[in-house]
């Protein structure tokens, strides 16, 4: 889409305004796809036009309201021919729209209007009419005189250069527009080539949230805090976990890693502290701890909202003081470890229920890392998927696969509760269905991916029954809907498909409220792991 805004910024086409103005005594508006008038300078409050047939107008509701009309149906007309450029009659009925397309990689996005004119001297029948019309909007009869007077009449060879003019405005805004495009692809491709700046080791994500994430990630990296990570099943906390890890001073001693709800108490109670030789039914000989293990290194402690009251008590004490003592030993030691805990739970709210400590609570809660889950970051899902496919083609030894549009847009649109593991696992499932074929097919897809329709249910079919309003609106919508995806939101095309026009499609789209955004391509990434 254009910027309007910054066309003001544009030195070439200001100057090029002012010379239309002055030669010929006309206005420039530039007007959108939707026949909007999108000039910074119409809501001033001194005289922003250089013609007084236009300054007459604007200056009245009723005056813009005929003109902003009349100026929809030459933007269509334009729309809808195959002309460039576009001459055309005014509210008044002799006076002239000139008109230049703005049209870029095939796609209409505005014009540039240059108003007023006359083609030949109007007759006295003529000019009786145009002040008939004026003094029907509320002006006075001289304002009217004036007003026509003040529009000149071009000879043909006046014609030629102010039609050159108009276009060289149009053709600068096209220049402008593609030179800011051609700007983002180039941070595009430096962003790729700086591709290790946009994930924290092994962690895969360019959103938003993620890069929040990152952000906060780079700022503990030298810390020795107990860090809390909180978020849904599948999220990827113990990746995060491990990467706080190896980004840290203790990066070169052990991460170890233990499931709080793998374990009853008793069992745990031994795992984390260890035990010594016939200290219980079953312990033949001395064991360490993993809080001894991870000595000097890192200790990941996950589902800790699992971990029982009498354990948490034990798991205090180690934090604050640095010692344990193994189930069956009189002695205590010390250790030197940093933990990293992670939940799904809402701990805040087992504290206020009793069912975790408060003081635990906020020992472990140093650094509170929050990680999203994937529907908050759906933009990783296409680098997500290119980098499972690349993953699992090369384990398997099978030529690289990729999706086609259709199940890309499927597993875009679906929810995954089960967030980025639930992800992985399909796409290999995928890799497994599709065989030799390099193009996956959205026929594969599990059919809750394939069925979902944003509300969580099978996509049903178009009703039968009811108000015969109701289902062709239903059946418009889906038309629109669908027809917007195929062709990757690309109104003018699909406005032509569907045999209406552009501004009426858009007025659809907008009725609907399916004016969602492009949805981004798959990334890539040499990464060994995601979160």
Known sequence: MINWEELKHIHVVRKLEEILAQWFNTDIFFVDERGQIRNTRLNDQEKPFKNALTTALFRQEKGQALFRKTLMQANEKIFQGDQSQLSMAGPLGIETFFIS????????????????????????????????????????QQVSVNAIQDCRVLAAAQKKYFYELVDLVA?????????????EERINALNNQLGNRYSYESMIGKSKPMQELYSLLDKIRKSESTVLIQGENGTGKELIARAIHFNSPR?????????CSAFNENLLDSELFGHVKGSFTGAIKDKKGLFEAAHQGTLFLDEIGDMPIAMQVKLLRVLQQGTLTPVGATEERTVDV??????????????????????????????NLVVPPLRDRKEDIPILVDHFLTRGCKEKALPLKSFGKRILEKVFDYPWPGNIRELENEVERLIVLSGSDEKIPVELLSQRIRDFNGAGAKTQ?????????D?????????????????????????????????????????YGLDKRRIPRPGSSGSNEAA
């Open 101 to 140: 397309r703005i049209h870029i990689d095939q796609e209409f996005l505005g014009s540039v209007v240059a108003y007023s004119y006359l083609e030949k001297e109007p007759s006295l029948e003529e000019r009786g009419h145009s002040k008939s019309v004026l003094e029907s909007l509320g002006f006075s």
């Open 338 to 367: 940093r933990v990293v805990a992670a939940t799904n739970k809402d701990l805040k709210e087992m504290v206020e229920t009793g069912t975790f400590r408060e003081d635990l609570y906020y020992r472990i809660n140093v650094i």
């Open 251 to 259: 990066k070169d001693s052990q991460f170890v890693t233990v499931n």
């Open 471 to 511: 289902s062709l609106e239903e059946l418009e919508k889906t038309m629109i809907r669908e027809g917007l995806k195929r062709t990757n939101w690309n109104k003018s095309r699909l406005s032509k498909e569907l045999g209406i026009s552009r501004a009426g499609l858009i007025m659809k789209v907008e009725k």
């Open 461 to 469: 079919g178009i009703r039968v029954s009811g108000k015969l309003k």
């Open 171 to 183: 053709q600068e805004i096209v220049t402008f527009h593609t030179e800011i495009t051609k700007r």
